[in-house]
């Protein structure tokens, strides 16, 4: 008599994972040909506008990575599909959200104060 020991589903999450680092990747090159714009033309009306068609898709490509890797690890710990997902749906829509404002604010203060505004070894 033979048993079935079922396998974890680690392929969503690996997947997930990948498209995540991939657009993350592009997401990173593409901030900085803007950065290197701005250098350029500092003023420039859209310079710090999270505008750009392209930056948008590369963010929600690493959020779709994100949620599948969620997803996938909420159902390798047991959860159902939907739960697992619908979880994991509810934490990326949540964390994009506010990771997408924080950076167009920070670009924001940015292009009216200056780099030095953001001061970040005051934190340390």
Known sequence: MYYYIPQPPVFLPVIGLFIGLVFGVTFQKQLETI?????????AKDSFLLSD?????SYQG???????????????????????YGISLLITVGTGAFMW???????????EN???????????
């Open 62 to 84: 690493i959020c779709l990575g994100v949620w599948l890797f969620l997803g996938g690890g909420f159902k390798v710990l047991g959860f159902g599909v939907i739960g697992a």
């Open 53 to 57: 068609r392209n930056l948008q898709l």
């Open 114 to 124: 200056g780099l030095k505004s953001l001061n970040l070894d005051e934190f340390v």
């Open 101 to 111: 404002q924080q950076l167009g604010e920070m670009l924001l203060e940015i292009k």
């Open 35 to 43: 950065n290197q714009q701005w250098r350029k033309k500092p003023e």
